[in-house]
């Protein structure tokens, strides 16, 4: 099968599918939208991309979207599973990828805040997710032991993102939950969470936050 990702460089949710494809060792295409083309999506985007967004993993006719679907879809197609076998084990993960999206929230909010209090509240936020987080995690190195799975790749790329601020800026986000700290580093050091970054993503990373100006541009982008 043919895949192509539709892509915007700065995405967490398409550095999921890219995780998964690597992991799997399975070839694919990019096409990448640009961030002007993200806020005003060409005709060929809006007629593939029901809400607007990416990532869009296109096979053969088909465009699939969500990115947590697109997953489980390249998992159940290519197997071995890369979620736990026991049932309830898997839907427990699954349960904890949904909450994944209000962590990439939570940190979207620390970086695009205008002012700071919108900061410190999102911030806080953060704070609490991730010490809801806490408790979920067992002895690692990864979510679910020794085994890299769709959770860690879901959550490899908001750790890669909170720890390039963090080592801008404050340092104790990551290290005050420290099973969560460990987690985060072992998918930092893994191979296809690595090679999932588009080229120069720091900088590119930092000039949006940059570009977008107010406290957070203040804040980070110095
Ligand atoms: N729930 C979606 C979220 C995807 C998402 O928010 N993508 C952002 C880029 S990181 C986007 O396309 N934003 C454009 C927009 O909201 O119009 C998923 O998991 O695929």
Redesign the pocket.
Known sequence: MNYTLVS?E?????QRSVITLLEKEIPFTMTYLTLEE?YHPPDWFTAISP?????ILRVGEVSL????VIVEYLDEVNPPSMHPADPLLKAWNRAWIVFA?SVIGAHYGCFTAQDETAFEQSRQQLETRLAQLESTVKDGPYFNGTRFSLIDAAYGPVFQRITILEQRYRSDVLVKNSKVARWAQACLERESVIKSLPANFEKKFIDYIRDKGGYAAQLYGA
Request: with cysteine; net charge negative; charged share 20%.
């Open positions: 915007f700065l995405c967490p949710f398409v993200l809400f607007h967004k990416v990532p979207f969500e990115s947590a999206e």
